[in-house]
């Protein structure tokens, strides 16, 4: 599984030449792309006259994608690592309510309370890292525990400081702040209202808003979303440590042998999903100004599910970044599309898991058709 | 090969037949629109919302449609209320639970030329800042400070809040009105009991037996009554301590009628979901709008005529 971790004299087997055909084969994001084509050809189909191609439908599945993106990357490196966090959703709410208390609360400035919450987060998901290393307990029980343990605080430090679970005021706070447009901020805005002016997008109609277009600009959101990918995808198949990565899941023992400093490897991959995590609550929390104890529940499972629809193996040592974010792009079109489609909304989780379970069967069937593994 | 378009062609079918046959069944004149809630999926209080919109709807030959955000988490909401105003409906009625994450999509579709009503959750002057047409509810806060005030009448000094939604604003502003009308501090006095039956029920137990000397309960809806009544029945104090709740369901009307909840405050969901449909299919048709924002509650119910409660319980009740 981890042949890319391996070093061997040229006449090996495992370094024999391939097509260059059957190589593009057997990437395991072709499921992903065949998955991404089905669901775009369905749905273009079935709501095209919705407004789910218009300008503002485009951003809404665009936006929710890029959300569900930002902790698949995450989640796929540390899966790939071969453990699971599923910490993260607590950890949105965690992270946005840190900032939300320390900026509006305490008065702090913004880009202080954010400074110090992706401090705080990355220094947890360290804390999950080496809990797990030193236990050697399973991921899934010591994240499980702070998955409650961080809703749990969120709710406490929410109550116990201002007697409110949600907290606002966020968006006044951050006005003129250098660091919060890095998160909640919009690009393109100009290149946005010159196509609203010439009519090619529409526009507000009435209000203090009439004119403007109707989508402002590209959120930030989809660009840590693409960013986050492209970082993702140059670290583990262009460098060194993704050769790690891909050895501590694969097989830990033998990795150690070669001198792969698998501990490391894993710690540093909780501390990145962490991150990932903080940037989603970051980025939330500036868009709406508040921040909710109850934010990004469920989320851990989003982000998995976009990472196994995206071809990458529960048990670690196999997968790519480009995968998890086509998942994570199936996952937000499907989930969006099925309002445009007009399904009845206590069906609504129905259809997604019959959709995700189709999605996961059909990619491990390319798979094992492809690479002609049993 | 032949095997993959197979099973592309399989996967096809499966999941585009039933989406058709649901995307078919809602259909009528034109007019469209669509209530979007902050529920999540488990809240069994919205069903009287979905057959009061669904009742509207086929009264008026509109087309109509529920959404929620599966998990209740706010910003997800944002999101369908973003969607819905792509889609390009007639109208939109939602709940404007918290103000800082919704307000802008809201104004944004009110902007976009769709007519907007704002129902349950909110206040009127956010509804008015926000460009909605008007208001159809019940204030949160002036509700429980009423039920606070009887419940002071009668004799009452301390009580437990049940709140199983604590995370929205409008749940705690239940309890809060409710100890501003006792004139006593809300302190610990609220429990987050979680929406787990089991769990709201253990927990009540464990809060009444470490705190004898509370006199009432306060519970927000039938997530937490129902548990609660459970609850009181193990440990004996059914009918013995003071006890009334938010909103009514079966068993809460089972509880009035058995003399162990002293009152329910109907806040009449129907009304908040039925009102806004014919009145944006009229505006839409003829131009014509009440003039001022709507208070479908609060109504105290008690034991003496429940007939017509009792009947529709749960059902437009």
Redesign the interface.
């Known amino acids: 599984m981890s042949e890319t971790a391996q070093t061997a004299p040229p006449t090996d087997e495992r370094v024999k030449e391939m097509s260059s055909f059957r190589k593009s084969l057997i990437r395991p994001e072709l499921g992903g792309i065949?998955g991404t084509i089905?669901v775009f050809v369905?749905f273009f189909l079935?709501a095209r006259d919705?407004?789910?191609f218009?300008p503002?439908?485009v951003?809404?599945?665009s936006?929710?994608s890029a959300q569900f993106t930002i902790i698949a990357v995450g989640a796929c490196l540390l899966m790939i690592a071969g453990e699971f966090d599923l910490s993260v959703g607590s950890m949105i709410g965690f992270a946005g309510m840190s900032i939300a208390l320390l900026s509006v609360s305490f008065g702090w400035p913004v880009w202080l309370a954010i400074t110090i919450t992706f401090v705080l987060c990355m220094a947890i998901g360290a804390f999950n890292g080496w809990l797990v290393v030193k236990t050697g307990l399973p991921s899934f029980i010591v994240t499980l525990a702070f998955l409650f343990i961080l809703r749990g605080l969120t709710?406490f430090a929410a109550?116990a400081t201002t007697?409110?679970?949600?907290i606002?005021?966020?968006?006044d706070v951050a006005e003129g702040d250098w660091l919060a447009p890095i998160f909640g901020g919009k690009i393109f805005t100009g290149f946005f209202q010159w196509m609203g002016d010439h009519g090619w997008i529409?526009t507000?109609?009435?209000?203090?808003?009439?004119g403007q277009p109707?989508v402002e600009g590209i959120p930030m959101l989809i660009v840590w979303a693409l960013g986050l990918v492209v970082f993702g995808h140059i670290v583990l198949t262009k460098t060194r440590f993704g050769n790690w990565i891909f050895a501590a899941g694969g097989d830990a023992q033998s990795a150690r042998y070669t001198g792969v400093p698998v501990n490391r490897v894993k710690i540093i991959m909780f501390m990145f999903t962490a991150f990932c995590a903080c940037v989603f609550a970051t980025a939330?929390v500036m868009e709406?100004?508040?921040a909710?104890?109850?934010?990004?529940?469920?989320k851990e499972f989003e982000a998995i599910i976009s990472v196994v629809i995206g071809g990458a193996l529960l048990t670690g040592g196999y997968g790519s970044v480009i995968g998890a974010a086509l998942g994570a792009l199936i996952f937000g079109v499907v989930q969006?599309g099925l309002?445009?489609?007009?399904?009845?909304?206590?069906?609504?989780?129905v259809?997604l898991g019959?959709?995700l379970l189709?999605a996961v069967i059909?990619n491990t069937?390319?798979r094992r058709?492809i690479t002609g593994e049993k | 090969m032949n095997r993959i378009i197979k099973n592309l062609a399989l996967a096809a079918t499966v999941v585009a037949a039933p989406l058709a046959f649901t995307a078919g069944t809602a259909q009528a004149e034109g007019e469209k629109y669509i209530l979007v809630s902050h529920a999540p999926d488990s809240d069994s209080w919205w069903n009287t919302i979905k057959n009061g919109i669904a009742l509207a709807g086929d009264q008026m030959g509109v087309e109509v449609e529920y959404r929620n955000p599966p998990s209740g988490d706010l910003a997800d909401m944002a999101r369908i209320i973003q969607q819905a105003a792509a889609s390009k409906p007639n109208g939109i009625i939602t709940t404007l639970s918290d103000f800082d994450v919704l307000s802008g999509p809201i104004s944004d579709a009110v902007a976009q030329g769709i007519n907007v009503i704002i129902m349950n959750s909110g206040s009127p002057e956010q509804a008015r800042e926000v460009g909605a047409l008007m208001y159809v509810g019940q204030p949160e806060y002036d509700a429980g400070y009423a039920a606070g005030l009887r419940a002071s009448g009668d004799g009452v000094g301390s009580f437990l809040c049940v709140n199983h939604y604590i995370s929205s604003p409008s749940s705690t502003e239940r309890c809060q009105g409710f100890a501003d009308g006792l004139g006593v501090d809300l302190g610990n006095q609220m429990i987050d009991s979680g929406q787990d039956p089991a769990e709201i029920k253990n927990k009540v137990l464990a809060y009444l037996s470490a705190n004898p000397g509370t006199d009432a309960i306060l519970t927000l809806g039938p997530t937490s009554a129902d548990p609660t009544l459970a609850a009181l029945d193990e440990n004996g104090l059914a009918g013995d301590i003071y006890f009334g709740t938010f909103d009514l369901g079966t068993e809460i009307v089972k509880g009035i009628k058995a003399g162990i909840i002293n009152w329910g405050i109907d806040q009449q969901p129907f009304l908040q979901a039925y009102l806004p449909v014919i009145i944006l299919a009229n505006y839409d048709r003829y131009g014509v709008l009440p003039g001022n924002n709507i208070n479908s509650g609060p109504g105290f119910v008690t034991a003496e005529g429940l007939t017509l409660v009792e009947k529709w319980a749960g059902e437009y009740r």
Do not use: H, P
């Open positions: 065949c089905l369905f079935t919705s407004g789910m218009s503002a439908g951003m809404n599945w936006v929710v709710i109550i007697r409110k679970t949600i606002g005021g966020v968006r529409e507000f109609v009435r209000g203090s808003k009439a109707v939330q709406f100004g508040s909710g104890a109850d934010r990004g529940v469920l969006q309002f445009f489609a007009g399904v009845e909304s206590s069906l609504f989780r259809f019959v959709i189709l059909l069937y390319i058709m």
